[in-house]
């Protein structure tokens, strides 16, 4: 029975490090998609929240140690190099001491970074000022959430009333992102009727009546769930690789 866990044990330990490799690989493509998307609506999280950004790189840099626990694991096997297998158990004890406290940080942040979301998006209101049909970059990514997430304003269009633009305008034009057709998607359209010649209400807007906040939080939620998941199995995983590599090293001729 000692030997065949003699045998069995190395060979366990050579699978979990294939297993930890493909975990780190994919924490390191999340955290380079976090920096390098495209998309208008991850640059507006990245500019709201700069923790944001500084989550990416902790996964880029949880993620590469992974890669390289997995290479030393590996080696420690197929060549029998007994430092590789102690380097081995150093990197993954600061690793795993780095996952517990990234994660505890970012759940006890969780109310605030909501909060400073929450107050970007009223400053990007307020500012939002299109000139000669161009826009910036947070002008283009409040546009693209209010487009594609079919809302309008934070907790509704109220939350428009803000902007300096529509306050010169006396409510008469309203943001064409939240218009209730597709036929714009940028900038200020001018009410085709407006009963008040002079001055207009928000009520008087065809535009969209539900806030974007619950639909930014769904989709938030729904992508953390992802690298959630991926850093719960990889967390499981490095326990395993942990146990296995401790027996290990209390046994000797154990060359797969």
Same mark, same amino acid.
């Given at each position: 029975?000692?030997?065949?866990?003699?045998?069995?044990?190395?060979?366990?330990?050579?699978?979990?490090?294939?297993?930890?490799?493909?975990?780190?690989?994919?924490?390191?493509?999340?955290?380079?998609?976090?920096?390098?998307?495209?998309?208008? %609506?991850?640059? $507006? /999280? !990245?500019?709201?929240? &700069?923790?944001?950004?500084?989550?990416?790189?902790?996964? *880029? =840099?949880?993620?590469?140690?992974?890669?390289?626990?997995?290479?030393?694991?590996?080696?420690?096997?197929?060549?029998?190099?007994?430092?590789?297998?102690?380097?081995?158990?150093?990197?993954?004890?600061?690793?795993?001491?780095?996952?517990?406290?990234?994660?505890?940080?970012?759940?006890?942040?969780?109310?605030?970074?909501?909060?400073?979301?929450?107050?970007? %998006?009223?400053? $990007? /209101? !307020?500012?939002?000022? &299109?000139?000669?049909?161009?826009?910036?970059?947070?002008? *283009? =990514?409040?546009?693209?959430?209010?487009?594609?997430?079919?809302?309008?304003?934070?907790?509704?269009?109220?939350?428009?009333?803000?902007?300096?633009?529509?306050?010169?305008?006396?409510?008469?034009?309203?943001?064409?992102?939240?218009?209730?057709?597709?036929?714009?998607?940028?900038?200020?359209?001018?009410?085709?009727?407006?009963?008040?010649?002079?001055?207009?209400?928000?009520?008087?807007?065809?535009?969209?009546?539900?806030?974007?906040?619950?639909?930014?939080?769904?989709?938030?939620?729904?992508?953390?769930?992802?690298?959630?998941?991926?850093?719960?199995?990889?967390?499981?995983?490095?326990?395993?690789?942990?146990?296995?590599?401790?027996?290990?090293?209390?046994?000797?001729?154990?060359?797969?």
């Amino acid at each position: 029975m000692g030997i065949c866990c003699m045998k069995v044990t190395p060979c366990l330990f050579f699978f979990f490090n294939h297993i930890l490799f493909i975990l780190g690989a994919l924490v390191v493509g999340f955290g380079i998609w976090i920096l390098m998307d495209v998309d208008p %609506f991850s640059a $507006f /999280l !990245q500019v709201s929240s &700069p923790s944001i950004k500084w989550a990416a790189y902790v996964l *880029i =840099a949880v993620g590469g140690i992974t890669l390289l626990k997995g290479f030393l694991g590996c080696a420690s096997i197929l060549c029998g190099v007994q430092c590789f297998l102690g380097l081995y158990i150093i990197c993954l004890l600061l690793i795993i001491a780095c996952q517990i406290g990234t994660g505890i940080y970012v759940y006890s942040q969780e109310e605030s970074f909501k909060e400073k979301l929450a107050v970007a %998006f009223g400053d $990007f /209101l !307020q500012a939002y000022a &299109p000139k000669n049909g161009t826009r910036e970059p947070m002008e *283009i =990514a409040l546009d693209f959430v209010q487009t594609n997430f079919s809302c309008c304003g934070w907790t509704g269009p109220e939350n428009w009333l803000v902007n300096k633009v529509l306050q010169e305008r006396n409510w008469t034009y309203y943001p064409c992102s939240c218009a209730n057709d597709t036929l714009h998607d940028f900038g200020f359209c001018p009410l085709p009727n407006t009963s008040v010649p002079h001055e207009a209400k928000v009520e008087d807007w065809p535009v969209r009546k539900e806030g974007c906040k619950d639909a930014v939080y769904k989709w938030m939620e729904g992508n953390f769930d992802i690298i959630l998941g991926v850093s719960i199995g990889l967390l499981i995983t490095e326990v395993l690789g942990m146990v296995l590599a401790l027996c290990i090293c209390k046994k000797k001729g154990w060359m797969c």
